[in-house]
T-cell receptor, first 116, second 115 residues
């Protein structure tokens, strides 16, 4: 069971370049999330998808777009990268009802992105 | 709106000392869920515990214990007899029932355990 898989693990971009971070989960989870982690700021929600076919903005959506390709996959796109987007990006997923006491966010291993 | 505050940026202890990490939260929901995650130097996020707002029972798991107090909106985490392997960043997080899955994370507390 792979859990949440995100690619790539590392990426260096030049200002203005575009790229897509890929995320896939094999746990039949309904909801998927993209977070960014910056020093001293914890994890902040960029975008989320509560279910297949829906996406919504989180706390820091500017400069990003997302696509919920199917139930398994949720991608994050930077159309024109900026140095302020240098960060560690985490994809996460959860079943989605909250009713089970075992429900929790499962995270991918992260993508270290540097924008020069 | 939900908010999580971890006021301690970094805590340094010597091995075998106890360490307590503070977490204070704000929410208007009567039903909510609190979590602790550990991020070791390797970078992955490891789930430690989930606590529901309607269950104020404290919990102990080995050297880890959690103290949930609704009266003070706190969910503190204690590591007893710390070990070098406990060195990590620890995040407290909150999810309200009305927006289940949208986790609000604290800024994290870096724990450094030296031999």
């Amino acid at each position: 069971n792979a859990g949440v898989t995100q690619t790539p693990k590392f990426q260096v971009l030049k200002t203005g370049q575009s790229m897509t971070l890929q995320c896939a989960q094999d746990m039949n989870h309904n909801s998927m999330y993209w977070y960014r982690q910056d020093p001293g700021m914890g994890l902040r929600l960029i975008y989320y998808s509560a279910s297949e076919g829906t996406t919504d903005k989180g706390e820091v959506p500017n400069g990003y777009n997302v696509s919920r390709l199917n139930k398994r996959e949720f991608s994050l796109r930077l159309e024109s990268a900026a140095p302020s987007q240098t960060s560690v990006y985490f994809c996460a997923s959860i079943y989605g009802t909250g009713l089970s006491t075992n429900e929790k966010l499962f995270f991918g291993s992260g993508t270290q992105l540097s924008v020069l | 709106a939900q908010k999580v505050t971890q006021a301690q940026t970094e805590i340094s202890v010597v091995e075998k000392e106890d360490v307590t990490l503070d977490c204070v939260y704000e929410t208007r929901d009567t039903t909510y869920y609190l979590f602790w995650y550990k991020q070791p130097p390797s970078g992955e996020l490891v789930f430690l515990i989930r606590r529901n707002s309607f269950d104020e029972q404290n919990e102990i798991s080995g050297r880890y214990s959690w103290n949930f107090q609704k009266s003070t909106s706190s969910f503190n985490f204690t590591i007893t007899a710390s070990q070098v392997v406990d060195s990590a960043v620890y995040f407290c997080a909150l999810s309200e029932a009305d927006s289940w899955g949208k986790f609000q994370f604290g800024a994290g507390t870096q724990v450094v355990v030296t031999p």
